[in-house]
């Protein structure tokens, strides 16, 4: 006996995504809110199923998040944004905040929150997480966004199946 694999499918017709972009550093995350755009295009999401929240930094991103994913106006929220590592703790604690205030938008709602948001410790490391050398985080983010809706998409109708197995 094999047992059953699911995994979602690269396809994001009829899905509504919101993308939540910090302005701190603008030269970054733009590239990053691109590449995200280049991706749900490629998957055949449809401009009138992307709305994009742009918010200060990377901290507002969470509670955003979640006024979105509470709306159920959404299949998934994305969020991107750029902290690079100062001379101050205060790159952990924004860092930590936004990356655990994500997770638990994710668990309280039940609506996908993808973590598209860079965490260098240098300028040039955020650049080559943005597009220069190491793929885009961006387009990461949004191509995990079309794969895990349609993963969730395809447990939904499952679980409605009655047991196969009497």
């Known amino acids: 006996m094999k047992p059953q694999i699911h995994q979602g499918k690269l396809d994001g017709k009829g899905f509504r995504f919101a993308i939540v972009v910090s302005r701190w550093n603008d030269f970054l995350t733009s590239r990053l809110l691109e590449g995200a755009l280049d991706a749900l295009e490629r998957l055949g999401v449809e401009e009138k199923d992307i709305q994009i929240f742009k918010v200060p930094g990377s901290f507002e991103i969470p509670l955003t998040a979640l006024k979105l994913a509470r709306s159920r106006k959404f299949d998934a929220i994305i969020c991107l944004g750029v902290i690079i590592r100062g001379e101050t703790p205060h790159f952990e604690y924004v860092a930590g905040e936004a990356a655990k205030g994500i997770g638990q938008v994710a668990m309280q709602t039940d609506v996908p929150v ?30 995990a966004a079309v794969e895990i809706v349609n993963l969730y998409k395809n447990i939904e109708n499952l679980l409605k199946k009655p047991n196969d197995s009497n």
Do not use: C, S, Y
């Open 114 to 143: 993808l973590f598209g948001i860079v965490t260098a410790d240098t300028v040039q490391q955020a650049m080559d997480r943005a597009g220069v050398k190491m793929g885009n985080k961006g387009f990461e983010a949004a191509m």
